[in-house]
């Protein structure tokens, strides 16, 4: 495949040690997809060069040495190819990348490498709006001034888009405050201590007020890709819930951004009490501490569970959970 | 040069069953394929996460050594009768070892010594050398440094010569300055072909291994703390002189070359044709410097040994001392008396009778176990617990580790009556597998005894270390008075065996204990 003069001369002048690379990951992985990594390097590896080299014209040989790595990497991992069902390992390097050329420039595997590892991690996770986390990071990226600041930006903006079990790390994070306020949708002047805490007081708190008032609903049969065998059964353990399908237990983590699953041990799980049946207001709604929330499942087989500030909902005929606020801030 | 070699196994080497997954790690979020250098993914690993990594290239890419002969179960392991003998072979369930491997880098872990054994040509001194780089020195380094023996050597080509000039002119000894060899301070010391140094110059290496000092023209040179590794072509003697036995006795571990499988022949066709030495190719991440050593040693040592596995070694260990016919007093009736004295084994052994001698797993040994094994023993068995990434030492541990460590310090009786059994005949070449079969047999009578549950010798010296601070006499009495109905219970109508001997010592000991604090009660 064709490729750009700079990179040409940069491969060429590497030729012996790179195709000893290839080799060496063909060595490893017989099934390692040579077609995918060439049509990778031809393209999104080929376009960032050029980003690259205008950002720092010196910053070509570092890129190349290492980015190939990287990209032998998610070849063998499929990232590069096939498993990348969504594209979002190639939009991070199509689209994100080329605005942080100068970071990637400076440090490329701290930078495109964490944020191509978190884009992955992202993906596999079905609360998470990957949109927003790749409009979020190309907006307010380029302001950063490290591969830490840029991770934790990648991390707060993540729970930003709905990783909900990133909320107290990302509100420790020590990222710029002006960046971290404008993340969460703030004004860039925000007082961001004023902000953490007013987050710590309420989960379903954010600047913008922009809660859904339904709430969110998660949660699939594992035979359409989601993680539940079955109906799930819903607990509270403290102040969590605990989510259970044939002998897996879930936690639920949720706020004003999102909400997701994590998978915890079967000891720990089956300490939880037992969700109560609910009682619909009109056939339609679930009364919560100051409104009536609409469910569109049948009254038959309806649980519910509440924490000190969060609503669950669960059905013996979905195998989804519908989580919302008590009361909306 | 392909870089295969220098490719590390993936973390967790030794994958344990999730326990808790309810706390999440924000850098968790930045693990995945591409390595990183800054985040939790690329940092440094734990350890023994890192020990294990450097057992797995090892096995991996240096040492073609398909011999997993350390097996581990997590479930029955699926067995298979081979050939018209009926030879076993099992294909362990769980990760299993390969002790030409694991046992050196212990060996490093601990800062112990290990002894490569066999046939010229099979890697260990490649092994050793191997050991050098891990320790962060350069194979050219540890090529020159290692000690090759030969029937020349002298006290100075080991240790040091003292300066030619300072000879002529010194006015006293304190004025001769010595050239010490620069092995002596090195961490990993390696000694090839040990067996074939004079035995005059064996002694001055005792004292560098046993004391970690060397000594020339009343000069004194303070080694490192370090791992050995010495190597001979055959350790039953084939070596130009006999080894002293202080020095083998100062041994640890003694590990076999077994033989190459000529299967795995395509591997070494790939490092001729890639001109690869793995010495050359050590990975940086598996080069351990001194502080991570150091840090090793006391983690290791922090593994604990549970009540119940230390009651099975001490049960194991008591098989082996007792010879009634050594002596007349109690304590005496012990192999050592008989060899100390230099009566006549067979004889000795003519004499010893009322022990079923094919059921006494003591009469297959000539010897007991010295306070030096038990203690290799269990600093091993940490050892190997902790590479498996365990806090505390399970049986299955020390079972896998007894035999590199008892073996040459355990001897076999050959005229006992059990090998005379042509079920045991392998036994007498296959020490490994005889020590292993002993633990195993040990371990069946402890079992038979029921000792977990019903072990009132254990109960009594359970007591006693609760201490003797406030005991009144009545109650002193009272123990004094159960001690005594419980030796006249264990000695009446039964044969007297290891641990019942070591066992009706512990109660004198108690006894006495008890005897004397109950004088200096009444005395006050």
């Not at chain 2, 092995?183 to 110059?201: A, C, F, H, Q, S």
């Not at chain 2, 070596?239 to 590990?255: F, H, P």
């Not at chain 2, 355990?410 to 597998?433: G, K, M």
């Not at chain 2, 002993?438 to 402890?446: I, P, Q, R």
Request: charged share 20%.
């Amino acid at each position: 495949m064709p490729v750009s003069t700079p990179l040409a001369t940069l491969l060429a002048d590497r030729r012996t040690a790179l195709n000893a690379k290839v080799a060496s990951a063909r060595t490893r992985n017989p099934a390692f997809d040579t077609q995918a990594f060439s049509a990778f390097i031809a393209g999104p590896f080929d376009q960032l060069l050029g980003a690259v080299l205008a950002a720092r014209p010196d910053g070509g040989a570092a890129f190349v040495d290492t980015g190939f790595d990287m990209v032998i990497a998610l070849v063998e991992h499929g990232w590069a190819g096939d498993r990348d069902h969504s594209g979002v390992v190639r939009r991070v390097w199509t689209d994100l990348a080329p605005r942080l050329a100068v970071q990637i420039a400076a440090n490329p595997r701290e930078t495109l490498g964490a944020l191509s590892n978190s884009a992955i991690k992202l993906a596999g996770e079905p609360g998470v709006r990957i949109d927003d986390w790749l409009n979020r990071l190309t907006l307010l990226g380029p302001h950063t001034g490290s591969p830490a600041q840029l991770r934790h930006l990648a991390a707060m903006a993540a729970w930003r888009s709905g990783a909900a079990h990133l909320r107290d790390a990302a509100l420790a994070l020590p990222l710029s405050p002006e960046i971290a306020s404008v993340a969460v949708g703030a004004r860039r002047d925000a007082d961001w201590g004023e902000l953490v805490n007013a987050f710590k007081a309420n989960r379903w708190w954010t600047p913008d007020r922009s809660a859904p008032a339904d709430g969110y609903r998660i949660g699939a049969f594992t035979g359409l890709g989601g993680r539940f065998p079955e109906p799930p059964k819903l607990a509270v353990l403290g102040d969590a819930f605990i989510l259970s399908s044939a002998g897996q237990y879930f936690v639920l983590d949720a706020d004003a951004y999102g909400a997701g699953l994590r998978m915890i041990d079967a000891v720990r799980g089956a300490a939880a009490t037992p969700a109560t049946l609910a009682t619909m207001a009109n056939g339609r709604q679930i009364r919560a501490d100051d409104r009536l929330v609409s469910c569109r499942w049948p009254q038959d087989g309806l649980a519910v569970a509440m924490t000190s500030d969060t609503v669950a909902v669960v059905s013996a005929w979905s195998h989804q959970v519908q989580v919302f606020a008590r009361a909306l801030p | 040069m392909l870089n295969i070699f220098s490719a590390l196994s993936k973390s967790p080497t030794n994958p344990q069953v999730a326990r808790k997954v309810s706390t999440y790690d924000v850098a968790e979020l930045f693990e995945g394929p591409i390595p990183l250098a800054e985040t939790g993914a690329g940092a440094a690993p734990a350890l023994d996460e890192k020990l294990r990594q450097a057992y797995f290239w090892m096995v991996n890419h240096a040492i073609i050594s398909p011999h997993y002969d350390i097996e581990y179960n997590l479930a029955p392991p699926a067995t298979f009768v081979v050939g018209d003998v009926g030879t076993r072979l099992t294909l362990p369930s769980a990760q299993s070892y390969s002790s030409y491997v694991l046992l050196p880098l212990l060996t490093f872990a601990t800062r112990s010594k290990c002894l490569f054994v066999g046939g010229p040509g099979r890697g260990k001194t490649a092994s050793a050398l191997l050991m050098g780089v891990l320790a962060g020195y350069a194979p050219r380094e540890v090529r020159r440094a290692m000690q090759h023996g030969h029937p020349q050597m002298t006290i100075a080509d080991l240790l040091g010569n003292p300066l030619p000039a300072d000879l002529v002119n010194a006015q006293s000894m304190e004025d001769i300055r010595i050239a010490w060899r620069p092995w002596l301070g090195m961490r990993v010391k390696v000694i090839d072909e040990y067996n074939r140094i004079p035995t005059r110059t064996q002694s001055a290496l005792l004292t560098v291994m046993g004391d970690n000092y060397a000594e020339v023209l009343s000069h004194i040179y303070e080694c490192p703390d370090a791992a050995w590794y010495l190597t001979a072509n055959d350790d039953a003697g084939g070596g130009t002189y006999q080894v002293i036995e202080a020095l083998r006795d100062r041994i640890d571990v003694i590990v076999q070359a077994l033989s190459f499988n000529p299967r795995f022949l395509g591997e070494l066709l790939l490092r001729i044709e890639e001109n690869v030495k793995p010495e050359e190719v050590v990975p940086p991440e598996i080069v351990f410097t001194p502080a991570e050593i150091d840090q090793m040693v006391r983690d290791i040592r922090g593994v604990a040994v549970p009540e119940p596995v230390r009651r099975r070694i001490e049960f194991f260990a008591s098989q082996f001392e007792l010879f009634e016919s050594a002596g007349e007093q109690f304590e005496y009736m012990t192999k050592d008396t008989a060899r100390l004295s230099g009566v006549d084994w067979a004889q000795a052994v003519a004499a010893d009778q009322g022990r079923d001698r094919l059921k006494d797993l003591g009469c297959q040994t000539v010897n007991g176990l010295s306070v030096r094994n038990l203690m290799t023993l269990l600093k091993f068995a940490k050892a190997l617990a902790w590479f498996r990434g365990s806090g505390e030492v399970e049986l299955e541990d020390v079972r896998q580790i007894l035999p590199f460590v008892l073996n040459d310090k355990l001897h076999q009786d050959p005229d006992a009556p059990y090998f005379a059994l042509p079920e045991n005949a392998a036994y007498r070449a296959d020490r490994l597998s005889w020590l292993r079969e002993l633990f195993d047999g040990s371990n069946a009578e402890y079992d038979r005894l029921d000792l977990d549950r019903n072990d009132p010798v254990g109960d009594l010296s359970a007591e006693f270390e609760l201490g003797l601070h406030g005991l009144e006499p009545r109650e002193v009495r009272s123990r004094l008075t159960r001690i005594e109905r419980l030796v006249a219970e264990l000695g009446k109508g039964r044969k007297l065996y290891g641990p019942l001997y070591d066992d009706l010592l512990k109660l004198k000991y108690l006894h006495q204990r008890y005897t004397n604090y109950l004088l200096w009660l009444q005395s006050r």
